[in-house]
């Protein structure tokens, strides 16, 4: 069976350095905020090209605080409205409403799976103030455009960047002038994957970067002072030494994602599947490589015969969940297509030639 992500595998190759960095935190003694936080956060800053990097619990959580950063320095204010794309994974939405905010959700392209820039104006209200673009499966969205929006109409950026690792927007380097941050998860199945749950803020803006900082830590900068209603996010020390681990791998991965994705892209010739938009620069880390197909079980399970594992990512937008019944009435025709259709076939760092071999060869027999 080729694995859709073999965890283990992956993981086996940093085992030494793991045990080795699990042995110096427990001999420092120094469990919460320590040594190797302070030094992740300052690698994983100049890896994503941004003053600043601050660890938090998750990537959920990273999102949050960035939104109740921005209502604390009065940017926002509860009951604002954020936009969203609507065929995102259901993190992005919980994490405007657990910021008292209102998502908006937009379409995206059926050629990139991302928010499609050009819808976005018609939905921008006098309570819109901020864009959230979510660069789904590990491909950026179109910054310029975005940036373009948020400069005319005066809104924050907050990137959902948890499928993105090592993915630097060019335009936000140039649009300082918009402020904005960019929220991380490293769970274990990420690019850059903690052995736990664990995430990070970047951001260039000073005044959201230190009330981000006490947020996360009960809202105090000093013992026992708490200048905001804060909670407890923090990164844990053990997974940032996990991280300090991977971290300098990160591009070699991605680089090795990029070439399986290319043989994917030029290999497979399969009339009745679908392949992911790539215009092969370096703005897709290939968190996922994403097919469609109109009749998708039926390739899941010809897949699965074949011994190749895969998975659905995601089978049901978020305006058809349970959780959201005031949506479901709601049609977003594009995000139902890609939900009923795609399908993410296996992608990952170690994965050999043989391997990419047959899952090309047997797509191409489908």
């Given at each position: 069976?080729?694995?859709?992500?073999?965890?283990?595998?992956?993981?086996?190759?940093?085992?030494?350095?793991?045990?080795?960095?699990?042995q110096l935190v427990l001999d420092k003694g120094w469990f919460i905020l320590g040594d190797e936080v302070k030094q992740f956060e300052t690698d994983f800053a100049k890896c994503t090209k941004t003053k600043y990097c601050i660890g938090v619990g998750n990537g959920l959580d990273a999102i949050v605080l960035i939104f109740k950063a921005y209502i604390q320095l009065g940017l926002m204010k509860k009951g604002d409205e954020v936009i969203v794309p609507s065929n995102t994974y259901i993190a992005s939405i919980l994490a405007v409403l657990q910021a008292d905010l209102v998502p908006v959700l937009v379409e995206p392209k059926l050629?990139?799976?991302?928010?499609?820039?050009?819808?976005?104006?018609?939905?921008?209200?006098?309570?819109?103030?901020?864009?959230?673009?979510?660069?789904?499966?590990?491909?950026?969205?179109?910054?310029?455009?975005?940036?373009?929006?948020?400069?005319?109409?005066?809104?924050?950026?907050?990137?959902?960047?948890?499928?993105?690792?090592?993915?630097?927007?060019?335009?936000?380097?140039?649009?300082l002038e918009v402020r904005n941050a960019q929220a991380y998860s490293f769970y274990p199945g990420k690019n850059l994957g903690a052995l736990g749950d664990a995430g990070a803020i970047t951001t260039d803006d000073d005044e959201l970067a230190k009330v981000v900082h006490s947020l996360r830590n009960y809202g105090s900068e000093k013992k026992y002072h708490n200048e905001f209603i804060g909670v407890n996010s923090r990164l844990d020390e053990i997974?940032?030494?996990?991280?300090?681990?991977?971290?300098?791998?990160?591009?070699?991965?991605?680089?090795?994602?990029?070439?399986?994705?290319?043989?994917?892209?030029?290999?497979?010739?399969?009339?009745?599947?679908?392949?992911?938009?790539?215009?092969?620069?370096?703005d897709h880390v290939f968190h996922l490589f994403v097919i469609r197909t109109a009749n998708r079980d039926k390739l899941q399970e010809y897949l699965k015969e074949n011994e190749i594992e895969t998975m659905i990512h995601y089978p049901i937008p978020p305006h058809k969940q349970k959780a959201f019944e005031a949506w479901n009435n709601?049609?977003?025709?594009?995000?139902?297509?890609?939900?009923d259709e795609v399908l993410s076939i296996p992608i990952s760092p170690i994965m050999t030639n043989d391997e990419v071999s047959k899952v090309i060869q047997i797509l191409n027999q489908y």
């Amino acid at each position: 069976m080729i694995k859709f992500l073999d965890l283990q595998k992956i993981n086996a190759q940093y085992q030494d350095e793991f045990h080795q960095k699990m042995q110096l935190v427990l001999d420092k003694g120094w469990f919460i905020l320590g040594d190797e936080v302070k030094q992740f956060e300052t690698d994983f800053a100049k890896c994503t090209k941004t003053k600043y990097c601050i660890g938090v619990g998750n990537g959920l959580d990273a999102i949050v605080l960035i939104f109740k950063a921005y209502i604390q320095l009065g940017l926002m204010k509860k009951g604002d409205e954020v936009i969203v794309p609507s065929n995102t994974y259901i993190a992005s939405i919980l994490a405007v409403l657990q910021a008292d905010l209102v998502p908006v959700l937009v379409e995206p392209k059926l050629e990139t799976y991302n928010l499609d820039p050009d819808l976005i104006t018609e939905k921008i209200t006098s309570k819109t103030r901020a864009i959230l673009p979510v660069h789904l499966y590990g491909q950026l969205c179109e910054m310029d455009k975005t940036y373009e929006i948020a400069k005319k109409h005066n809104l924050l950026v907050v990137e959902d960047a948890a499928q993105s690792h090592g993915a630097v927007s060019e335009f936000r380097i140039q649009n300082l002038e918009v402020r904005n941050a960019q929220a991380y998860s490293f769970y274990p199945g990420k690019n850059l994957g903690a052995l736990g749950d664990a995430g990070a803020i970047t951001t260039d803006d000073d005044e959201l970067a230190k009330v981000v900082h006490s947020l996360r830590n009960y809202g105090s900068e000093k013992k026992y002072h708490n200048e905001f209603i804060g909670v407890n996010s923090r990164l844990d020390e053990i997974q940032a030494a996990f991280l300090n681990v991977k971290l300098p791998f990160l591009n070699e991965e991605n680089n090795n994602r990029r070439a399986i994705a290319k043989r994917y892209l030029t290999e497979i010739n399969n009339v009745k599947i679908n392949l992911p938009f790539w215009s092969f620069s370096n703005d897709h880390v290939f968190h996922l490589f994403v097919i469609r197909t109109a009749n998708r079980d039926k390739l899941q399970e010809y897949l699965k015969e074949n011994e190749i594992e895969t998975m659905i990512h995601y089978p049901i937008p978020p305006h058809k969940q349970k959780a959201f019944e005031a949506w479901n009435n709601l049609s977003f025709p594009i995000s139902e297509k890609i939900h009923d259709e795609v399908l993410s076939i296996p992608i990952s760092p170690i994965m050999t030639n043989d391997e990419v071999s047959k899952v090309i060869q047997i797509l191409n027999q489908y």
